[in-house]
């Protein structure tokens, strides 16, 4: 095992290097010239100077790459374009209201998404699967900004039950889970019931019935444990289009979050906190990705040796 | 002896199709057997030719001008002389998403197309190969892979600018790596095969091999992967131009339409309502047709 957790995180190394430089590149891959976009459109030739050399933009790309990762590495983001405020300040004001609706969101597909799955994969085509997997693509098919507004419509604007938006009490944060897990819950469903449907087939199920055990253990204790580690990987992976889909109901919402930030800062062309905000998710995504590989490995120890 | 003269004859175009896996009318009778067999991956494929139906002649079936506003119907819900009722400046709803199928369609199979392309000729030469262009184009898509999906169309369209073709290219983008990653795998099983070892004993060379050998091995992953990626792509663009960095508010874009319609949520809901399902009907449709496709394709996902 610690070999295998060892070359996992190795392996992580590269990638966030690469993902880095990456992100480093932004600014200067946009068309134009970052001092000239920093100062704005009436800035004379000294002022724009003045920011070249307060940020380094002078300084030889790989001098400018070093001095960026030492600030990153003592905390320091820069200042926002457009506020002047410290990033990191800005970040984490916003990292609360996005942690909520993530986990929240997850939560709740994952005990749904699990549920349908099993009862397709135990009722296989009869009623309540075709019912299921109707369910499950549906929710793939939802745009989810769309879902928001309609449920706002009807369960805010018509029936008064939840705030339009904003993040003053707890029901704040129900409709907007509720639209990003949708699309989750569709994923897990059809994961859970195509792994259930496999695991079925296995012979230790077969055995099991064969000495009498009733169905519900059979399925409850057996079938369903050896799916459920498959599953929860898959769940762990879909916290990226978690991040993804946060930036959407975030901004139908109205939720001061970190996706919401993403939008404005991208509106505004506040390149500074766009640039933090692209390496914090995918710092993020990454570091999630190697804790589903490293559970993974604990779970499953075909993984673990075979490597 | 002829027979055998012209098998030894390397490198021929007829020795190396005696050799190829015989591709008969038999299998393609079995897959649309098999599809037709799927009634909602079917009524879904009515759905789609309908829309490309709509997409192509779209401007002569409108109601009406889809662009002229009416000052006199001002946002009134469906009737019969508005099936869809009217937006903020009196055009009529339907026209518009009448119209704005075309945009669509073009947007969203023209990104899933690019990256099909691409991603197709990574894939083939990653896994035909091997060692360090493997290794590049697997590390490559492994960078794309570690930013989420929307979030890396996102910052493609802050650096190139809103509007529709960049739409096109940051959805193509993040479609490219799973699309290299399936190809990949294919060609790595599709090269130990009998047929490519014949090939290259006879001395065919490697693009010969990749083109004529290993590629038609692919085109049902292709296929697959194509349709399930477009109802994706569909919903990443719609979600751009709803955030305003896709389409102008001026086109009868969905999504533009949707994000247009939210600020006149509590007094006009329907102008939110009809974009949405337009969407989401065309992205169900597609999505059921990719299951459909996969489960007659694919023989492992038989269940």
Known sequence: MGRYALQRLLGVIPLLFVVSVLVFMFIHLIPGDPARLIAGKDATLEEIQGIQEQLGLNLPLWKQYINYMGDLLSGNLGNSIRSGMPVTDMLESRVMPTLWLTFLSMGWALVIGLLIGVISAVYRNKWPDYAGTLTAISGMSIPGFWLGLVLIQIFSVELGWFPTGGVDSWKSYILPSITLGAGIMSMLARYSRSSMLETMREDYIRTGRAKGLREYVVIGRHALRNSLIQVVTVAGLQFGFLLGGSVMVETVFSIPGLGRLLVDSILFRDYTVIQALLLMFATQFILINLIVDLLYGVLNPKIRYSS | ?303
């Open chain 2, 1 to 303: 002896m002829s027979n055998n003269s012209s098998v030894m004859g390397a490198g021929s175009p007829l020795s190396e199709e005696v050799l190829a896996p015989a591709k008969t009318k038999g299998r393609f009778g079995a897959f649309i057997r098999k599809f037709c067999k799927q009634r909602m991956a079917l009524v879904a494929t009515c759905f789609i030719i309908l829309l490309f139906l709509v997409g192509i002649f779209g401007p002569f079936l409108t109601p009406y001008n889809p662009d002229e506003p009416n000052y006199d119907a001002l946002m009134t819900g469906p009737s019969a002389a508005h099936w869809a009722g009217t937006d903020e400046y009196g055009r009529d709803i339907l026209s518009r998403l009448m119209d704005g199928t075309r945009l669509t369609l073009a947007v969203s199979l023209s990104a899933v197309m690019i990256a099909a392309v691409f991603g197709t000729i990574f894939g083939l030469l990653s896994g035909y190969y091997g060692g360090w262009l493997d290794r590049l184009i697997m590390r490559g898509s492994d960078v794309l892979f570690s930013f989420p999906d929307l979030l890396l169309a996102i910052g493609i369209v802050a650096i190139l600018g809103p509007g529709l073709s960049n739409v096109v290219i940051a959805v193509a983008v993040f479609g490219t790596p799973s699309f290299a990653r399936i190809i990949r795998s294919v060609t790595l099983s599709a090269k130990e095969t009998l047929f490519v070892e014949a090939a290259r004993s006879m001395g065919a060379k490697n693009r010969r091999i990749i083109w004529r050998h290993i590629f038609p091995e692919t085109i049902s992953s292709i296929i697959v992967n194509v349709s399930m990626k477009i109802g994706g792509a569909i919903l990443a663009a719609a979600s751009l131009s709803f955030l305003g960095m896709g389409a102008k508010t001026t086109e009868p874009d969905w999504g533009a339409m949707l994000s247009m319609g939210r600020d006149y949520l509590s007094i006009a809901p329907h102008i939110v309502y009809f974009p949405g399902i337009a969407i989401f009907l065309t992205v169900l449709a597609f999505n059921l047709v990719g299951d459909g496709l996969r489960d007659a394709l694919d023989p492992k996902t038989k269940n």
